[in-house]
């Protein structure tokens, strides 16, 4: 189960190592701590929020268009 900011907390030779469970880093065997676990979920979140304004704007754009074209 991860973490709030995305890390399975994994036992690896009686210590524990993290992993993002979106992207997988920091590849195997490292631990990471808390505070850089936090920005690295910070990105993903900021990446998620980009891509559905994109989605928003490309879909505004398109209730736009078809307003237009049908007298709206």
Same mark, same amino acid.
């Given at each position: 189960?991860?973490?709030?900011?995305?890390?399975?907390?994994?036992?690896?030779?009686?210590?524990?190592?993290?992993?993002?469970?979106?992207?997988?880093?920091?590849?195997?065997?490292?631990?990471?701590?808390?505070?850089?676990?936090? !920005?690295?979920? !910070?990105?993903?979140?900021?990446?998620?929020?980009?891509?559905?304004?994109?989605? !928003?704007?490309?879909?505004?754009?398109?209730?736009? !268009?078809?307003?237009?074209?049908?007298?709206?």
């Amino acid at each position: 189960m991860p973490d709030p900011f995305g890390f399975d907390h994994l036992p690896h030779m009686g210590r524990v190592v993290h992993r993002c469970i979106e992207c997988e880093w920091p590849g195997w065997g490292l631990t990471v701590p808390e505070k850089d676990r936090e !920005r690295h979920h !910070r990105t993903h979140t900021k990446q998620a929020a980009k891509e559905l304004e994109k989605q !928003r704007l490309a879909n505004l754009s398109l209730a736009r !268009r078809a307003k237009r074209e049908y007298g709206g």
